[in-house]
């Protein structure tokens, strides 16, 4: 059924959570409206990569960390500013921690934060604590059951609440993105789940009324039907083409969140469109494209056509196509550097990390130079809205 993997129902709680309660390593429909990403998807490592000797292990969706040796899980996607959540399951003596801001090379308590898992550290920093850096004001794992841990990141102040308590409030600006972590101290077994992240900081891009700060661009050959551009009902909304539509600002890294409806005119339609990023201004569909097209084979989410929704364009197709025609999706896009990832609906379709030469052309390089956002008309077929755009560059490490 098309709209099974669209909707998706989570119940999240603010204290320990009952085994067995809600539906574990899902979103609700606000909650993708409000720009939550599942940082896991409760079935793979998509998007993870391990650091250490540590054995990851999927069970019952729940990640478990059990093994001789010990390391980390992180991300491969960075953030800046953000609320993070997750639920944690271990023993009285448990030994672990969330890594955020962290480099991918290097140690994370280090390169990065390490909030606390851990009810005995000798200096002090006890579960919630930013170890080296904030104690947290008392709080203890309550063994054999889920634990949550909220995390929000903006600039150099860090709130920690735990178990739907606030116990940590602090400021320390030495690190500013970086990706997520999960530890695992060898001897201590460690469950996670319901991971899941929302930016902050991002800013709109349009203002809902008409199309101050953006261009048409026009393709090398007029076409018969050019693209028409207008705002209606909040939305950018575009009919025929090809065309495209740019920002007059440009940014190199950053994450863009933004709300995407293509308007299929029958079951055998399916509206063609793409996001171009990192091109040159005033330079017909160039940079990178994020793909936006929501076929599939044989009924086959996992069988994308055309790249899919949330595919690089070229690079790599989406692993499922997530979205709906007919229906707003929200798609979310970081690129850091050669790293670039895409999520749909708050689920990661893409992770892609461009090996190429670097240079100013997409198409045949490895761009890492700032550069416009740019919207598609494909053809004349092309029917579509887009709302809500807002972005945040990332900054430096």
């Not at 540590?54 to 010990?70: F, R, T």
């Not at 990065?112 to 919630?128: R, S, W």
């Not at 900081?201 to 018969?224: A, C, H, Q, Y």
């Not at 940079?287 to 070229?314: C, H, L, W």
Request: net charge negative; glycine share 12%.
């Amino acid at each position: 059924m098309r709209r099974i993997l669209a909707v998706l129902t989570i119940v999240m709680v603010g204290s320990a959570v009952p085994v067995g309660q809600g539906v574990p390593n899902t979103l609700t429909p606000k909650e993708v409206a409000e720009g939550w990403l599942l940082l896991w998807d409760g079935e793979t490592l998509f998007g993870w990569e391990p650091h250490g000797e540590a054995q990851w292990k999927i069970s019952g969706g729940v990640l478990v960390a059990d093994s001789e040796e010990g390391g980390w899980l992180g991300t491969t996607t960075p953030f800046a500013d953000f609320e993070l959540q997750a639920e944690f399951r271990t023993a009285a003596d448990g030994n672990s921690g969330l890594f955020i801001r962290s480099a991918r090379d290097g140690a994370p308590h280090e390169t990065g934060y390490e909030v606390q898992i851990f009810d005995d550290q000798p200096a002090g920093y006890n579960t919630g604590s930013l170890v080296n850096c904030a104690r947290a004001s008392e709080a203890k794992i309550i063994p054999s059951q889920w634990n949550s841990m909220e995390v929000t990141a903006q600039g150099d102040h860090f709130v920690v609440e735990y178990n739907g308590k606030q116990v940590l409030d602090a400021r320390d600006g030495k690190h500013a993105v970086g990706v997520i972590g999960l530890q695992y101290n060898r001897g201590k077994k460690v469950k996670f789940r319901n991971i899941k992240l929302r930016p902050l900081g991002l800013k709109p891009i349009f203002n809902g009324m008409d199309l101050s700060g953006w261009e048409r661009v026009e393709p090398p050959t007029k076409p018969k039907l050019p693209a028409e551009w207008s705002v209606k009902d909040g939305a950018i909304h575009v009919e025929r083409g090809p065309g495209q539509l740019e920002t007059q600002g440009t940014w190199g890294d950053f994450v863009l969140q933004l709300d995407v409806r293509c308007n299929a005119q029958g079951p055998a339609h399916h509206p063609n469109s793409g996001v171009f990023f990192r091109g040159d201004n005033g330079k017909f569909w160039s940079g990178y494209e994020s793909q936006i097209y929501n076929d599939y084979k044989d009924g086959n989410r996992a069988m994308p056509i055309d790249v899919g929704t949330g595919g690089i364009y070229f690079r790599q197709a989406a692993r499922r196509v997530v979205s709906n025609d007919n229906e707003y999706f929200t798609k979310t896009l970081v690129a850091q550097g050669r790293h670039l990832s895409v999520w749909v609906n708050g689920i990661q379709v893409s992770d892609y990390t461009d090996p190429r030469e670097e240079g100013m052309d997409a198409r045949k390089q490895a761009r890492l130079a700032a550069g416009a956002i740019s919207l598609q008309a494909h053809d004349p077929t092309t029917n579509l809205d887009f709302r809500n755009l807002r972005i945040a560059p990332l900054p430096m490490r």
